[in-house]
C-alpha cells in the first residue's frame, strides 16, 4: 500500500482495489445515490469511502482519486445541459490508446 495524501489505512485499501476503471465503475453501481435530502452536498471522495453514498460529481471525483492513485491523470468532464436539465460529470481515463469515462 502506498502513501497518498491523507488517506487512512482503510480508505487506501479500497483505493488499492479499485486498480481498474471496471472496477471502479462497478464499485459506484454498488453504493446508494445521494439524493442530497438535507441540502446540496459536495461530498470529497473520502466522505464518499466513509459514507458510502454519492450523486454524480461525487462520484466523479472519487473515480478520478482512484484513476490518478493507479497511474492516471485526474481528468473530470462536466457536460453542460440546457436549463431545464442538471449537468453530468464523468472521470475520463486512456487505455491502450482509446478514452474511457467512469461516471455515478
Given at each position: 500500500m502506498k502513501e497518498f495524501y491523507d488517506f487512512t489505512k482503510a480508505e487506501?485499501?479500497?483505493l488499492d482495489r479499485l486498480n481498474t476503471p471496471q472496477k471502479i465503475q462497478?464499485?459506484?453501481?454498488?453504493i446508494p445515490i445521494n439524493f442530497e435530502e438535507n441540502g446540496g452536498t459536495a461530498r470529497s471522495p473520502r466522505q464518499v469511502l466513509k459514507l458510502r453514498k454519492a450523486?454524480?460529481?461525487?462520484?466523479?471525483?472519487?473515480?478520478?482519486?482512484?484513476?490518478?492513485?493507479?497511474?492516471?491523470?485526474p481528468l473530470l468532464l462536466d457536460l453542460v445541459t440546457t436549463k431545464n436539465d442538471d449537468d453530468h460529470v464523468v472521470a475520463l481515463f486512456k487505455q491502450g490508446g482509446f478514452?474511457?469515462?467512469v461516471s455515478k
Open positions: 487506501l485499501k479500497v462497478d464499485f459506484l453501481n454498488k450523486h454524480c460529481i461525487e462520484g466523479a471525483l472519487l473515480a478520478a482519486t482512484a484513476l490518478w492513485y493507479h497511474g492516471h491523470k478514452w474511457g469515462a
